[in-house]
């Protein structure tokens, strides 16, 4: 059974620093692009960054450029968002998918890239940035 699991949200203020990873079991992490997504309340989904392990390519939103930090630990896994200086607009519930290779485009808008259909998502963990 393929299986994505969130962990390291929490409540920070901004300008601080939190440390996402999403675990995956049950596929072979070279074969799938892996993305972060969050939805604040009333919006819509949106992309924050993917990772192609099996290359090392990284895909940025604009919104955190410079900011949040992509990376992949193959032996684990493992897949980490590190995000610094962040700001209120932050807040959201942040999600983990991966979808194959075969099916992935890399995003020229990675704030509107979608990993549906075909993908598989985690839980969500929760961000929260105090102003």
């Known amino acids: 059974e393929r299986q994505l699991v969130e962990s390291g949200g929490g409540l920070v203020q901004a300008g601080g620093s939190l440390r996402l990873s999403c675990a995956a079991s049950?596929?072979?992490?070279?074969?799938?692009?892996i993305g972060w997504f969050r939805q604040a309340p009333g919006k819509e989904r949106e992309g924050v960054s993917c990772?192609?392990?099996?290359?090392?390519?990284?895909y940025y939103a604009d919104s955190v450029k410079g900011r949040f930090t992509i990376s992949s630990d193959d032996a684990k896994n493992t897949v980490s968002l590190q995000m610094n200086n962040l700001k209120p607009e932050d807040t959201a519930v942040y999600y983990c998918?991966?979808?194959?290779?075969?099916?992935?485009?890399?995003?020229?808008?990675?704030?509107?890239?979608?990993?549906?259909?075909?993908?598989?998502w985690g839980q969500g963990t929760q961000v929260t940035v105090s102003s």
């Open positions: 049950g596929f072979r992490f070279d074969d799938y692009a």
């Open positions: 998918a991966a979808v194959s290779i075969i099916f992935f485009d890399p995003p020229t808008n990675v704030q509107e890239m979608n990993f549906s259909p075909g993908g598989y």
């Open positions: 990772i192609t392990p099996g290359n090392g390519n990284t």
